[in-house]
């Protein structure tokens, strides 16, 4: 299983909700990460994992808040977002302590704040 | 800090023609370099990454990409572009000496491919 999975695929939320995307993944990657896409744009690191434990945090807003409760399983908790946080998420994951290898991508939650 | 330049954000090939996507890094070390496809709406896929055990390197779908030190380039071709080769390519590099695989990513190149 090489894959990445994330959850949902779509997600539209006003600007007082609370949501979480999701991402799972299975193949012993202890590294986990979040980046940020905006239409156009390359996609933007948000947050790194390691082993579980918060390692890079590149200066992202207090309402994205990140989880990863187990070395599958990583989650992103959204509050009181803007519009233009609208983009898409990309979670993505990687083997930990290694220098050559690639990070693998989901396909990623398009997120639409209205 | 290192990073990587993608010139031209569009590039435009007949279906059979030569596809050339240009990428140049900037490093003081020697770098990783990664070459990933995204199509639309989804997320990145790996077409092929240096990592310093070859020079020329093949990849899926037909790609191969070239590390010319002496240019600081990590060019990405395919022989013949197919209509599905449409897709944003974004040229990515990482450093040495982190446990992870953060990635810094250039602009991109969106390839257009007409019949």
């Known amino acids: 299983d090489t894959e990445v999975t994330q959850t949902p695929k779509h997600l539209v939320m006003g600007m007082t909700n609370k949501k979480s995307l999701k991402c799972e993944q299975h193949?012993?990657?202890?590294?986990m990460y979040w980046y940020k896409q905006k239409a156009k744009k390359p996609p933007e690191l948000m947050f790194v994992y390691s082993y579980e434990k918060l390692s890079i945090n590149e200066s992202v807003p207090s309402r994205f808040s990140p989880e990863c409760p187990n070395s599958s399983l990583l989650n992103l908790h959204l509050h009181a977002l803007q519009p233009e946080d609208s983009a898409l998420y990309l979670c993505?994951?990687?083997?930990?302590?290694?220098?050559?290898?690639?990070?693998?991508f989901g396909q990623g939650t398009r997120l639409t704040v209205v | 800090a290192q990073s990587v330049t993608q010139l031209g954000s569009h590039v435009s090939v007949s279906e059979g023609a030569l596809v050339l996507l240009r990428c140049n890094y900037s490093?003081?070390?020697?770098?990783?370099l990664f070459w990933y496809v995204q199509y639309p709406n989804q997320g990145l896929q790996l077409l092929l990454k240096?990592?310093?055990?070859?020079?020329l390197v093949k990849g899926i779908n037909g790609f191969e990409a070239e590390f010319k030190k002496s240019e600081t380039s990590f060019h990405l071709t395919k022989p013949s572009a197919h209509m599905s080769d449409a897709a944003e390519y974004f040229c990515?590099?990482?450093?040495?000496?982190?446990?992870?695989?953060?990635?810094?990513f250039g602009k991109g190149t969106m390839l257009l491919v007409s019949p």
């Open positions: 193949m012993g990657h202890r590294a």
């Open positions: 240096y990592t310093s055990a070859a020079t």
């Open positions: 993505a994951s990687s083997p930990a302590g290694s220098t050559n290898t690639e990070a693998f």
């Open positions: 490093s003081s070390v020697p770098p990783y």
């Open positions: 990515a590099v990482r450093g040495r000496g982190s446990g992870y695989s953060t990635l810094t």
